[in-house]
């Protein structure tokens, strides 16, 4: 009989990471997938999705403005447990530390139905940082069967937790494979430098300086973290216009997560602000297009810790702790917490000090060879479909 399989998704990394899983899945031929989103991101699922050309086989469509963390973990679980219960697949896939995961785990689990984890066993150590994520993952970890670890130390973890050893299977990370992907196909088309300049809302002064001729740097930021929302946030702007007003060359695109708590500050502090560019958050494709032609990249995102070293981008991790240690142990990442005068003195540092620079852009990349999902595939195949 096939074995069916629910991939389970909600936000945008798990899309970009769960992608190449499921296509790979839907290849093999072995078993019957379908791929749900609770919708926990409207807008950008819809985007992620849309970057790999797959869309969901179910939209249970929960976001709701300025959603809380409990009302939206109830939901999940409620209409994921009522989805299961009528679809009843054999197994269920969930990826990283997300609400949808934890709420994902926990209604299958309730059906008896096993889960599989990818991207299992990152930890930072400090259920607060970061909030709540740390503590999603390692409630998914005992609620799981198999568990997909990027990295060694990440099978480490989960047998401290009492995970069987025999259940972490080692594949590196699938965002490597999301990655190389997307660098491949946009090396196969032509830059889109009209769309470009209505997707950056860039003027053709800024995208030509910044991205297309490169002729001064660029510094990418994103953040979303809720463990900054308010002063972390607010302390992130003072050092983007400090930055800007001491570098007279330097440009900042800074996609703005839709989050209100971010959005809203970001806009009073940076609208209008010259030679920064705020945009709506990128498409996939978009920004490892400009990942890839930026100077340096500031950032508090999980994924972006694991792309950017790829990419030979140095990133100022704006967090105080990371579930990617191996990006700073490499040199490529460092963690600058959210004072907004450490941010701007290593951001400072990086745009003078060529040796440094060039240090910490030229990494080994740590998480993998692109072919997590090859392997994440294959390991189910052998586990479920052998007799
Ligand atoms: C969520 C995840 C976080 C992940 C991040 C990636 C949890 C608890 N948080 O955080 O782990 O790193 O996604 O971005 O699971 N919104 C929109 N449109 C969208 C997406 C979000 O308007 O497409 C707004 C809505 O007002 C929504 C709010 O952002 O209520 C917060 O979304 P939510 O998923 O709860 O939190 P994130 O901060 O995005
Ligand atoms: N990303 C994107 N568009 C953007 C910003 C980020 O496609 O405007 C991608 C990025 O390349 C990475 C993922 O989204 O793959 C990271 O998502 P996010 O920072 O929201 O979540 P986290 O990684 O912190 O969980």
């Given at each position: 009989m096939t074995v069916r399989i629910a991939v389970i998704v909600g936000t945008r990394p798990e899309i970009i990471k769960m992608a190449p899983v499921y296509r790979r899945l839907v290849s093999n031929g072995a078993f019957d997938v379908s791929l749900v989103s609770t919708g926990q991101h409207r807008e950008m699922s819809r985007q992620a999705f849309s970057a790999f050309d797959i869309s969901p086989s179910t939209e249970l469509d929960l976001m709701t403005d300025g959603q809380t963390l409990g009302l939206f973990a109830s939901r999940a679980l409620g209409s994921l447990s009522r989805f299961l219960e009528d679809s009843k697949p054999d197994v269920v896939l969930v990826q990283g530390d997300t609400t949808t995961t934890l709420a994902a785990s926990l209604a299958a689990f309730y059906l008896k139905i096993r889960v599989g984890h990818v991207?299992?066993?990152?930890?930072?150590?400090?259920?607060?940082s970061p909030w709540p994520e740390e503590m999603n993952r390692r409630l998914t970890a005992p609620l799981s069967s198999w568990h997909f670890v990027p990295v060694e130390r990440n099978r480490d973890h989960l047998v401290k937790e009492g995970i069987p050893a025999d259940r972490c299977f080692l594949t590196g990370n699938t965002v490597l494979d999301s990655l190389l992907w997307m660098r491949d196909k946009l090396a196969q088309q032509p830059t889109d430098r009209i769309g470009l300049l209505k997707r950056l809302k860039a003027t053709p002064e800024f995208l030509d300086r910044y991205?297309?001729?490169?002729s001064a740097p660029l510094i990418l930021v994103t953040g979303h973290r809720r463990e900054s929302h308010g002063q972390g946030v607010q302390n992130l702007c003072v050092a983007i216009k400090q930055l800007v007003t001491q570098f007279p060359d330097l440009g900042v695109l800074f996609p703005v997560h839709p989050n209100p708590q971010v959005r809203n500050v970001v806009h009073q502090h940076?609208?209008?602000?010259?030679?920064v560019v705020l945009s709506e958050p990128l498409d996939y494709g978009d920004f490892v297009w400009v990942m890839d032609r930026c100077y340096a990249i500031i950032s508090d995102s999980g994924g972006i810790q694991g792309e950017a070293i790829s990419l030979n981008k140095p990133v100022l991790v704006t967090r105080d702790t990371t579930e990617y240690p191996e990006a700073v142990e490499c040199g490529g990442c460092q963690l600058v917490g959210t004072e907004s005068s450490t941010i701007f003195s290593v951001a400072a540092k990086l745009l003078t000090d060529q040796t440094d620079y060039q240090r910490r852009s030229s990494v080994q990349n740590?998480?993998?060879?692109?072919?997590s999902s090859v392997k994440i595939a294959e390991i189910l195949e052998r586990e479920l479909t052998s007799a």
């Open positions: 991207e299992a066993g990152m930890r930072t150590g400090n259920i607060y991205l297309i001729e490169r940076l609208a209008n602000f010259d030679r740590p998480y993998g060879d692109g072919n």
